[in-house]
């Protein structure tokens, strides 16, 4: 029952050059924050009973609320480095489909169960698909009780009872984590008007607390030998703003309420897109520029009226321009003409009052320099590090794994400096993602495809050969991490869904 919202096909103009899967799937997605795609919901049915029609959710008794976990499987693998030894508390599984899907809302993991009280589940998911975005997505709505629980000891925090036709991880401002919960309802054609399905998105904080309400706005039907049934419109729910593509226009409104914004987007062939996966808007015309949505509250605009492609901030407060690309230095090793025309440049993230951009290296070129600028500083990069296009950050931000020219590095994004860079004689390692730490970086070698675990700061390996199914996930606010495994691991000793403190 679960579905994976990773397409990665830009809604609206812009297109997704087949130069990269704009934008890199870890980095963006983790700064800017995911999405809630109406898109899934084409053909929803209209649902009678409790909680139907608006997505409200009811509280329901919770027995272990409060409490710690109730005792669950002992995990037998082998250790998990970034993680301690055992367990802080797991959760029973019956078979290699029944991998409970869980959301990271940050403080607590969100499980589901159907109307016979199991859990929505799954097999282990692929180690490159990441952390699941959708929990549960049907197309005709069902009961469910969403399960909050806290990350650190598995205590039930709150139950939500709901009929829903998708539960979806989403983003709400500054990037918090929430889930989307959405109802759809259909009425039908009296042989005049046209049929019509409206959409409701309800929106929960990570204790399941109520953050708003969002109507999906619906597209004028279009009709084929198919089906002449309308389909669901062009909008996505963002960073707390409902999004909205018609043609090249993408604007974003404050969910619970608030001026509403235009992404601007001038002088490009094919104008601007909105990619649902990752919340990024992505410009082309001949060049390729993304950027978050939204990132420490901005939002950018594109323009390619002047001699080269331009990303510009306006915080979304009051719509007033705060950086503009065209008034900084390219950085050294950046592609830069003659003329002075520069190549593609993309915004990847705000923090702490710095702008972190990428820079192609040449034209046709996969790999780019990345460099820093303070937001209300001068002209001149703060840090210049050479990166690939999907550069992997740690949890705080203070550490990027690159692959370049088949060797990974760590290198410190503060001031460019690189810890460590792979040699001669090594096995080219993709790097995959930092353990919620930040101390450990988790990686697959090209040559060998095996999954490898190695001290982020030093490069000593600290375990070869990870299980793919043993591979885990992990919890950027606390540390914590976790798999899920059917007969997994030497002897198949591991069946069970575990979560680990990190390691101390």
Known sequence: ??????????????????????????????????????????GCSSSDGDG?????????????????????????????????????WSLPVEG????????????????????????VSDETPDVESGPAHSLYSSDTPEDLVLEFRDVKTGAVRKELRVKADSVTLTTWHEGKPA??????????????????TSTTATLYDSAGGLLGK????EREAEEDSSDSEPSTGRSFIAEGHLVETSGDTIRLTPVDGGTARTVPCEGFQSGCGFVPSTATVLADGGDNLFAPLVTD????????????????????????????????TPPEGAWVRDDGKTGELSVLRVSDGKVLTAWDVNPLGRTGVLATYDLAGGPEAVSVFEGGEDPEFSPRG???????????SVVQVADGKALWSQGEGEHALVPLWFSGTGSVLYGRTLETETVLAVDARTKKVLAKDVPDRLVPRFNASTGYG?????????GGGVNGFFVFPPAS
């Open 1 to 42: 029952m679960r579905v994976r919202n990773d397409e990665k096909k830009a809604v609206g103009g812009g297109r997704l050059g087949a130069r990269r899967a704009l934008p890199p799937r870890h980095t963006v997605a983790a700064l800017a924050g995911l999405v809630l795609t109406a898109g899934l919901l084409a």
């Open 52 to 88: 139907g029609g608006d997505g409200g959710g009811r509280s329901a008794e919770a027995p272990a609320k409060g409490g710690a976990a109730r005792k669950g499987p002992v995990y037998k693998g082998p250790a998990l480095p970034g993680l301690a030894r055992q367990a802080a």
């Open 96 to 119: 290699p489909m029944s991998i409970p899907v869980v959301l990271d809302l940050g403080d607590t993991l969100l499980f589901a169960k159907d109307s016979k009280g199991a859990y």
């Open 179 to 196: 889930v989307a919960v959405t109802t759809s309802a259909k009425t039908g054609s009296d042989g005049l008007t046209k049929a019509r």
């Open 214 to 217: 969002a109507e999906l706005p």
């Open 297 to 328: 509250g901005y939002y950018p605009g594109f323009d390619d009226t002047g001699l080269s492609p331009r990303i510009s901030l306006y915080d979304v407060a009051d719509g007033k321009k705060v950086w503009d690309s065209a008034k900084v």
């Open 398 to 408: 203070d550490l990027a794994a690159v692959f370049t020219d088949e060797a990974a």
């Open 482 to 490: 976790w798999v899920g495994a059917f007969n997994a691991g030497p």
